[in-house]
């Protein structure tokens, strides 16, 4: 089992602030599992405007960054560090399910467990709690690809 930081986060996802959303990985397995942390800060952008009066964090960037989690789980598993461009794309999201909303100062916690590959595309299954109550889940699919193709 590893941990990543942000730096070597970083080497591994392409993202950038304000879309980089795994702050660290607690731990890893490759072919197996990892489990991320995001914290969620009131100076969050997406607050803005969603929604000012009662801030919660919109289901898309939960599900983006269960996705992020498992591109890194992708790499961890390959030991690939993406180069040449390439990058993962997420090609599908399957049963989503949401159950309590993420606010400011929540510690979101990603889940990722691997469950197949084929033909390059990764299956994986991924949830996410704050305080260990249930927030999301979804089932998602990934592949590697150059940017262009």
């Avoid at 941990?3 to 660290?24: G, Q, S, V």
């Avoid at 942390?37 to 964090?57: A, D, R, V, W, Y």
């Avoid at 983006?64 to 030991?79: K, R």
Wanted: net charge neutral; glycine share 4%.
């Amino acid at each position: 089992m590893g941990t990543l930081d942000i730096h070597k986060i970083r080497n591994y996802l392409p993202h950038r602030y304000p879309i980089l959303l795994i702050d660290k990985v607690l731990s890893y397995e490759p072919y197996n599992s990892l489990v991320a942390l995001k914290n969620i800060s009131m100076n969050e952008p997406f607050f803005q405007g969603h929604f000012p009066s009662t801030p919660i964090m919109p289901g898309v960037l939960i599900i983006e960054a269960m996705a992020q989690a498992a591109a890194l789980l992708g790499c961890v598993s390959t030991a690939e560090v993406t180069k040449d461009g390439n990058l993962y794309y997420l090609v599908g999201v399957d049963n989503v399910r949401f159950k309590r909303p993420v606010r400011p100062g929540d510690q979101l916690i990603l889940n990722v467990k691997f469950e197949k590959e084929r033909r390059n595309i990764w299956k994986f299954n991924a949830t996410a709690t704050v305080d260990k109550h249930f927030i999301a889940s979804a089932e998602l699919l990934t592949t590697v690809m150059e940017p262009d193709s």
